[in-house]
């Protein structure tokens, strides 16, 4: 099994920034893509930014120039930098993993919110 921790979210005024950070840990027989997903009550959930072993980044057009994703692979670890945030921004935030034994992990989730 994989475990995924994530970084507390929070309240962030517009404008501001805020890292949100996932911790891989388990039976990991490699870490291949990452990714960040965030969803608002009465939609689906929606990929925000995903980055693969080799650091090949997507980021929906939303978040683009704004959002910076990161990993570190000797800690199995990625990080979504959020800058610039937005009251359209504020959502449950998800990371997910995908293993090299075909494994798809969820975190927990975080709240994160923007809001004057």
């Known amino acids: 099994q994989v475990q995924l921790v994530e970084s507390r979210g929070g309240l962030v005024q517009p404008g501001g920034s805020l890292r949100l950070s996932c911790a891989a840990s388990?039976?990991?027989?490699?870490?291949?893509?990452m990714g960040w997903y965030r969803q608002v009550p009465g939609k689906q959930r929606e990929l925000v930014a995903s980055?693969?072993?080799?650091?090949?980044?997507y980021y929906v057009d939303s978040v683009k120039g704004r959002f910076i994703i990161s990993r570190d692979n000797a800690r199995n670890t990625m990080y979504l930098q959020m800058n610039s945030l937005k009251p359209e921004d504020t959502a449950v935030y998800y990371c997910?993993?995908?293993?090299?034994?075909?494994?798809?992990?969820w975190g927990q989730g975080t709240q994160v919110t923007v809001s004057l």
């Open positions: 980055i693969t072993r080799y650091d090949r980044t």
């Open positions: 388990g039976s990991i027989f490699s870490v291949n893509d």
């Open positions: 997910k993993v995908w293993t090299g034994d075909s494994g798809v992990y």
